[in-house]
């Protein structure tokens, strides 16, 4: 049985491994954009449960959207999903295909 990651209070939560749900979520986010250049909530989603946290995009892309603004980091809609880059010069840091715009 996969072990949640999520609660509606990050401080009483703990993952599998005993670190805050919030910092799973946040861990991971950073790995799929040091890897990416991006993430959204449905890879985390997936990078998440294909490593046995039980997790839903709702619940995920809430604390995503708490740790983006602690963090400073860019918080962009491209017109279906929300994108996270780590970067704040947009342009350099999320693919143009992610941004609902092309170079053309």
Not at 54 to 82: H, M, P, S, V
Not at 90 to 103: A, I, M, T
Request: proline fraction near 5%; glycine fraction near 8%.
């Amino acid at each position: 049985m996969p072990a949640p990651f999520y609660s509606d209070d990050p401080s009483a939560s703990q993952s599998r491994i005993g670190m805050p749900d919030w910092l799973v979520v946040k861990m991971a986010a950073l790995r799929l954009m040091s890897v990416h250049g991006t993430t959204t909530a449905k890879e985390l989603e997936f990078y998440l449960q294909s490593r046995g946290y039980n997790g839903y995009q709702q619940n995920i892309e809430a604390l995503l959207d708490c740790i983006a603004a602690g963090e400073g980091w860019t918080l962009l809609f491209n017109g279906r999903q929300k994108v996270y880059c780590l970067g704040i010069d947009v342009e350099d840091s999320c693919p143009c295909y992610l941004l609902g715009f092309s170079d053309n």
